[in-house]
Antibody, heavy 116, light 106 residues
Framework: QVQLVESGGGLVKPGGSLRLSCAASGFTFSDYYMSWIRQAPGKGLEWVSYITNTGSTIYYADSVKGRFTISRDNAKNSLYLQMNSLRAEDTAVYYCAQKAGYFDHWGQGTLVTVSS | DIQMTQSPSTLSASVGDRVTITCRAS??????LAWYQQKPGKAPKLLIYEASNLESGVPSRFSGSGSGTEFTLTISSLQPDDFATYYC????????FGQGTKLEIK
């Protein structure tokens, strides 16, 4: 069965950096577009970024453009999100999700807290 | 950017009730709409895609309808497990979620 496991979250100071990882299993990772979606505490869902299966095309939400970088390693069945210049408003649970379009499989999420 | 607006924000209902949640898009999105259920501390779960297609394994009491700018999610007979927050999401142009509808026990 499809399994997505995020890691790398934690507490970081404003202006700091963090790299999230998502380990995928149970499907042919290299066949699928992948996405990051976040949810601030007590708030709704916000799509962050997606990457095509080959990594050739990438899109970002305006709120993270220029600060976040999505990437993948198909040989390691892994998805990444490099987050730089972090702000308090980036505090959220970050989910990786299979596909781009509607999201039929999600990880359990990893919490990123940006605070001094 | 396409904005998605759900109504109501909160809905109080009883087991056995029929409930409807509405989602409106700021421009036409054809049928490129999904619905999710989320419980506290858990990841969202896909219920409906392409406005009316039931995801595999989702009970048939859930149904979706609509196209263009107005969509509905209907639960025909509420079960205890259905009390949760529901989100719509468009995927016509990138991706936008509605603000959510919290379904509470009356």
């Amino acid at each position: 069965q499809v399994q997505l496991v995020e890691s790398g979250g934690g507490l970081v100071k404003p202006g700091g950096s963090l790299r999230l990882s998502c380990a995928a299993s149970g499907f042919t990772f290299s066949d699928y577009y992948m996405s990051w979606i976040r949810q601030a505490p007590g708030k709704g869902l916000e799509w962050v970024s997606y990457i095509t299966n080959t990594g050739s095309t990438i899109y970002y939400a305006d709120s993270v453009k220029g600060r976040f970088t999505i990437s993948r390693d198909n040989a390691k069945n892994s998805l990444y999100l490099q987050m730089n210049s972090l702000r308090a408003e980036d505090t959220a649970v970050y989910y990786c999700a299979q596909k781009a379009g509607y999201f039929d499989h999600w990880g359990q999420g990893t919490l990123v807290t940006v605070s001094s | 950017d396409i904005q998605m607006t759900q109504s109501p924000s909160t809905l109080s209902a009883s087991v056995g009730d029929r409930v409807t949640i509405t989602c409106r898009a700021s421009q036409s999105i054809s049928s490129w709409l999904a619905w999710y259920q989320q419980k506290p501390g858990k990841a969202p779960k896909l219920l409906i895609y392409e406005a009316s297609n039931l995801e595999s394994g989702v009970p048939s009491r859930f149904s979706g309808s609509g196209s263009g700018t107005e969509f509905t999610l209907t639960i025909s007979s509420l079960q205890p497990d259905d009390f949760a927050t529901y989100y719509c999401q468009q995927y016509y142009t990138l991706y936008t979620f509605g603000q959510g509808t919290k379904l509470e026990i009356k």
